[in-house]
């Protein structure tokens, strides 16, 4: 069993109560966009372990799983897991960080463009 496998277990149980993902997202409070990362199995979408182990209890209570049975078969699954190696997380450590400056950069060049416009020092071309 895998997290996919997981997550298609999820699905199975939650369908079988006539139950929607909005229905979980309200009674939980868990957002909609990590129920749907935890039924289709993307990890990488989940935040860390400790609040994914208190979101599954929280679906599994609202729809009628043991909620410790549930977790259980989560930890099986996470276990077999491979942890990823130390080079794909400095790839991603990377990536983030160039995505972050690439976002400051943005930041930072529409700040002195609203500021050059402001002061009258650049044409505003929205002004008619």
Known sequence: MDHLDFGKYLTQQRELRGMSRADISRATKIPPSLITALEEGQVERLPARVFVVSYIRAYAQVIGLEPEEAVLR???????????????LEQERRRRAWVGLTVMLLVLALGVCAFLMATGKLPNPFAG
């Open 74 to 88: 989560y930890e099986e699954v996470h276990k077999a897991t491979p942890a990823p190696t130390p080079a794909a």
